[in-house]
Structures are given as C-alpha cells and as structure tokens.
C-alpha cells in the first residue's frame, strides 16, 4: 500500500493581460455610451424671420435680500399687491393683455415669485418669469 499524498500540480491562470483588456473595454463602452443616447428625440422646430420676443410692460425685481422693485423703483412687499394690481389696470387702459416679466434671483424665495404671477394672472395680464 502506498500511502503517500501524491504531488499534484496546481493550475494557475496568469490574469496580467486580463487588466489590459478589461481597461480597455471600460473605455470602449465609456465613448459608445456617451455617443450614442437612446433618450435624445429629435424635434424639428419651426423658425421664425422676425422678433418674437413679448414686450416688456411692466417689469417686478426680487433681489437676493427679498426686495421688490416695480421697474427701478423700490416697493415694500405689503404693497406689492396693490401697486401691481393699479399698474396693471393702467396698462389694460391701453392695452389688450399686458405683460407682467418677473426677474428673480436664484436664492429669492418662489413663493413669492408664485404670488406675483397669481396676482398678475388673477389681473388678466400675461406673465414671464425669468430667474437668473
């Protein structure tokens, strides 16, 4: 009876060029993934020849410290309801729907911003918000 273990020999598997292709197929999907985007639809818009840019009527500022301008002027914000309210109707005199442009600063607070447009829609004047 021969009751040695028997040498056996372990299988080995050299992962050196593995690395290189695995790199390398990183960065093939990487470009491939970026170049072609399934969630693009492409849209054909229509161009117009002239301006179409609304006009300007009345214009409403809120600076980043909660300050309301109507146009250069500074307003108290009670007061805004009813300044804008009485400008609007002043424009509605001449005017079929005028143009309510809200510029707001990024850290101005939307609730505010929402306010204005209510007021102006409840006005019957058409709004644009512009937030920078």
Do not use: W
Not at 96 to 114: C, H, K, L, Q, R
């Amino acid at each position: 009876m021969n009751l040695r273990r028997r040498l056996r020999s372990h299988q080995e598997l050299h992962a050196g060029a593995l690395n290189d292709i695995l790199f390398i197929l990183l960065f093939f999907f990487l470009i491939v993934s970026t170049i072609a985007n399934p969630n693009i639809v492409k849209v054909n818009n229509p161009k117009g020849t002239k301006d179409t840019k609304a006009k300007q009527h009345i214009t409403i500022s809120i600076d980043k410290d909660q300050k309301f301008y109507l146009g250069t002027k500074m307003i108290d914000q009670t007061m805004i309801d009813t300044m804008l309210k009485a400008e609007i109707h002043k424009f509605k005199l001449s005017i079929d729907t005028p143009v309510v442009v809200i510029n707001a600063d990024t850290i101005s607070y939307y609730g505010e911003v929402f306010r204005i447009m209510r007021i102006s829609k409840n006005a019957g004047a058409k709004v644009v918000a512009n937030v920078k």
